[in-house]
C-alpha cells in the first residue's frame, strides 16, 4: 500500500483539490492512505484565532469568518449546491463557533490544539467529498482515534504502542474497499481531547501510518520538483537531489530544512520504507527519493538558512566555571519549555545556545533560567548551516555581516549572524 501526503500549498484552492484528485486516480489501482494538511495558510490563520480568542481581541469574529468564508469558497468551486459536505463542515466549525463564546479557562497550548485542529478536519472533509464526486471510493478518517499522544498539547508525544495497535487493527481492513482520506498534523489524548504533533507535523503522521502499515513508500507531494540544495525561494541556482540517504535527509531536517519535518525520517528508516518527494506540479518528473544505501555526490554545498533565531548567552552569577552540573540544570530547563538547540558552544564562563525565537515561550523560559543564571541575548538573527562545503567560499553566504557565533566540523559549519 502508498501513503500519499498533500501539504497546505497542494489544497490552497479548488485548483489544488482538482489536482490532487488527477493524482490519485492514476494510483487507483493501489490501496492508498492519504493524508492532508490544513488548506492554504490556514494553520496561520487559525494561530491568529486563538490568540484573538486568548487576548479578547475585537477583531476575533472577523478573523473566523474570513476562514470559514475561504473554505467555503472552495467547496463552492468543487460541490453542487446541497452537497451534504457543506453540512460537515459547518458542523465542524460549530464546535470552534461555541467555544470562542465563552472567556478562555484553559491553558495556551490546550486551547491552541483545539483551535487549530480544526484546519485539517475541514481539508480532509473536503477532499475525501471531491474523491468520491469523481468517481473514487473513498473513506474519510478521524485520525485522532488512531494516533495516540500524551498530553503535551502542541507537541503531542506518540504512544507508538497503542497507535500502532489502532492501526493495524482497523485501517487494513478499511483500505480493502477505499482510499482512506485523513488529517496530518493532529493526534489525540486518552482522555479524548486533540493535540497537535507541532508545526508541519503532517509529514510526521504520513510516516507514522506507514510505519505501522509496512507501507512501500511514503510519497509527499510539493510545490518543489524534490529536495533540492537550498531552499529555491531564498537562492537561485538550486540543484536537486535525485537520491538521498536517511542519513543525509535526517541531518538536513535536524539542521532546519523546512522541506520535512524533523520527525518524519526515523520511522521511515526503522522500516526501510523509501520516502519519494515529488512536485503536484509535475507528477511524473522524477523527484527525489529517501532511502538507504545511497551514496550521494553533492557538487554544491547543502544550505539551511534559519531567520528569526536568538543567542543566549548564560553565565554563573558567582563567575564559577560553568561545569557539567550547570550544564544539566540549564538543559532541564530548556527541555521543561520545549525548547530546541540549534546551535551550543561552551567556554569556561558562559554557555551560548542559538534558538528559534518563539514569543510565546521566550519570556518564561528567560524567567527560569534568570532563577540561578546571569542571562544576556540577542534577537532578530540568521542561522546558516552548510553542509559539504568548500572552506573558502563560506564568506560568499556571510556577505561581510556581523558573525555572533561559528562553529566547525569536516562536514558542516553553522555561522549565526546579525
Ligand atoms: N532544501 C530544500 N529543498 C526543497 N524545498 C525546500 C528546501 N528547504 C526549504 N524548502 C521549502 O520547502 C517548501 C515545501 O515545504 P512545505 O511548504 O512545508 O510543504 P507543504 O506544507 O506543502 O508540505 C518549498 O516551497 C521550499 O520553499
Ligand atoms: N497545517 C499544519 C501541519 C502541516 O504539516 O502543514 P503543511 O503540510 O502545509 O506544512 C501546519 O501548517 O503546520
Not at 237 to 266: C, Q, R, W
Request: proline share 3%.
Amino acid at each position: 500500500m502508498l501513503v500519499f501526503k498533500f501539504g497546505g500549498a497542494s489544497v490552497k484552492d479548488a485548483e489544488g483539490v482538482k489536482n490532487l484528485g488527477h493524482i490519485v486516480k492514476q494510483y487507483q489501482a493501489q490501496q492508498m492512505l492519504i493524508v492532508v494538511s490544513a488548506m492554504g495558510k490556514t494553520t496561520n490563520a487559525l494561530e491568529n484565532l486563538t490568540r484573538a480568542y486568548v487576548e479578547q481581541r475585537n477583531d476575533m469574529h472577523d478573523v473566523y469568518e474570513d476562514i470559514k468564508s475561504y473554505h467555503f469558497n472552495i467547496m463552492h468551486n468543487l460541490f453542487e449546491d446541497g452537497h451534504p459536505v457543506f453540512d460537515e463542515v459547518q458542523n465542524t466549525f460549530v464546535e470552534i463557533d461555541w467555544m470562542i463564546e465563552d472567556e478562555p479557562h484553559d491553558n495556551f497550548d490546550f486551547i491552541y490544539d483545539q483551535i487549530v485542529s480544526i484546519g485539517e478536519l475541514v481539508s480532509t472533509r473536503i477532499v475525501n467529498a471531491y474523491l468520491n464526486t469523481i468517481g473514487l471510493t473513498s473513506k474519510w478518517l478521524d485520525v485522532r482515534s488512531f494516533i495516540h499522544t500524551d498530553n503535551t498539547y502542541r507537541e503531542g508525544v506518540v504512544d507508538w504502542q497503542k497507535t500502532r495497535e489502532a492501526i493495524r487493527q482497523d485501517i487494513p481492513m478499511l483500505l480493502q474497499n477505499s482510499i482512506v482520506v485523513t488529517q496530518g498534523f493532529l493526534g489525540g489524548t486518552s482522555e479524548n481531547f486533540t493535540t497537535t504533533l507541532g508545526r508541519e507535523g503532517s509529514d510526521y503522521t504520513a510516516s507514522i501510518f506507514a510505519s505501522c502499515l509496512n507501507a512501500e513508500s511514503v510519497t509527499t507531494w510539493k510545490d518543489v520538483p524534490g529536495i533540492l540544495n537550498a531552499d529555491p525561494k531564498l537562492f537561485t541556482d538550486t540543484v536537486k537531489f535525485d537520491e538521498l540517504s536517511y542519513n543525509e535527509a535526517i541531518e538536513m531536517t535536524y539542521y532546519g530544512a523546512s522541506v520535512i519535518h524533523p520527525k518524519t525520517i526515523k520511522p521511515l528508516q526503522n522500516a526501510d520504507i523509501p520516502l519519494l518527494v515529488k512536485s503536484f506540479n509535475q507528477p511524473d518528473a522524477r523527484g527525489t527519493v529517501i532511502k538507504e544505501g545511497v551514496v550521494p555526490v553533492f557538487e554544491k554545498p547543502v544550505i539551511i538558512v534559519k531567520q528569526n533565531q536568538v543567542l543566549i548567552s548564560i553565565s554563573a552569577k558567582d563567575y564559577s566555571f560553568i561545569t557539567e552540573d550547570h550544564l544539566s540544570s540549564i538543559f532541564a530547563v530548556f527541555a521543561r519549555h520545549h525548547v530546541k538547540a540549534n546551535v551550543l558552544q561552551t567556554s569556561a564562563l558562559s554557555f551560548s545556545i542559538c534558538i528559534d525565537m518563539k514569543p510565546e515561550r521566550f519570556d518564561d523560559l528567560l524567567i527560569s533560567i534568570k532563577q540561578a543564571f546571569k542571562v544576556k541575548y540577542n534577537d532578530g538573527l540568521s542561522l546558516i548551516t552548510l553542509r559539504h562545503y568548500q572552506a573558502d567560499s563560506v564568506d560568499q553566504y556571510i556577505n561581510g555581516r556581523e558573525v555572533l557565533l561559528e562553529q566547525q566540523s569536516r562536514n558542516t559549519i553553522q555561522i549565526v549572524f546579525k
